[in-house]
T-cell receptor, first 114, second 114 residues
Framework: DTGVSQNPRHKITKRGQNVTFRCDPISEHNRLYWYRQTLGQGPEFLTYFQNEAQLEKSRLLSDRFSAERPKGSFSTLEIQRTEQGDSAMYLC????????????FGPGTRLLVL | ELKVEQNPLFLSMQEGKNYTIYCNYSTTSDRLYWYRQDPGKSLESLFVLLSNGAVKQEGRLMASLDTKARLSTLHITAAVHDLSATYFCAVDIRTQGGSEKLVFGKGTKLTVNP
């Protein structure tokens, strides 16, 4: 299976701890996105990379959040000093830029902050 | 700020019946997507609609787009239990910085009863 993969799939942490999630996009895709989804809601955009460049960050992404995509391949999303409000599903998606572009989503990382 | 509204948010229907889910959005967009999400799972791409009047069909699902009315519909024909899931529409917007992101509706939770 060469789809988008994310690790870990589940993470339970205590408030105040740091967590890091990894996303491996589909190999030829140059665009990578992070979204956050809470229960009963649609995914909300967090940030976007084209190759290794982070081109946009949502206002939802506080200073405690940082994302990287070194060498334009995998990406990491780190949350520092987690808060209970950070509990959500974190989804990664990738796409290949073009006229008929579709974002393909990974299975997500479900974060629970106690 | 772009808003994407779906209705209904909850839909319970009997097998064999037809129904339509509506997706309204508040600003001009080049593309509209429909995704399916099963409980605890990630999002599966169903349709990409690129132009006014676009219509796409896959099995018992048919999606259409009216860019003038800023309206997309997802029509379900002769529903079967396997269609039970949450359906999201998402609108692609391009930012001034040249990046792109999807703005999702809240989703329509469809339950098909025998």
């Amino acid at each position: 299976d060469t789809g988008v993969s994310q690790n870990p799939r589940h993470k339970i942490t205590k408030r105040g701890q740091n967590v890091t999630f990894r996303c491996d996009p589909i190999s030829e895709h140059n665009r990578l996105y992070w979204y956050r989804q809470t229960l009963g809601q649609g995914p909300e955009f967090l940030t976007y990379f084209q190759n290794e460049a982070q081109l946009e960050k949502s206002r939802l992404l506080s200073d405690r959040f940082s994302a990287e995509r070194p060498k334009g391949s995998f990406s990491t999303l780190e949350i520092q000093r987690t808060e209970q409000g950070d509990s959500a599903m974190y989804l990664c998606a990738s796409s290949l830029s073009g006229p008929v572009e579709t974002q393909y989503f990974g299975p997500g990382t479900r974060l629970l902050v106690l | 700020e772009l808003k994407v509204e779906q209705n209904p948010l909850f839909l319970s229907m009997q097998e064999g019946k037809n129904y339509t889910i509506y997706c309204n959005y508040s600003t001009t967009s080049d593309r509209l997507y429909w995704y399916r999400q099963d409980p605890g799972k990630s999002l599966e791409s169903l349709f990409v609609l690129l132009s006014n009047g676009a219509v796409k069909q896959e099995g018992r699902l048919m999606a259409s787009l009216d860019t003038k009315a800023r309206l997309s519909t997802l029509h379900i024909t002769a529903a079967v239990h396997d269609l039970s899931a949450t359906y999201f529409c998402a609108v692609d917007i391009r930012t001034q910085g040249g990046s792109e992101k999807l703005v999702f509706g809240k989703g329509t939770k469809l339950t098909v009863n025998p």
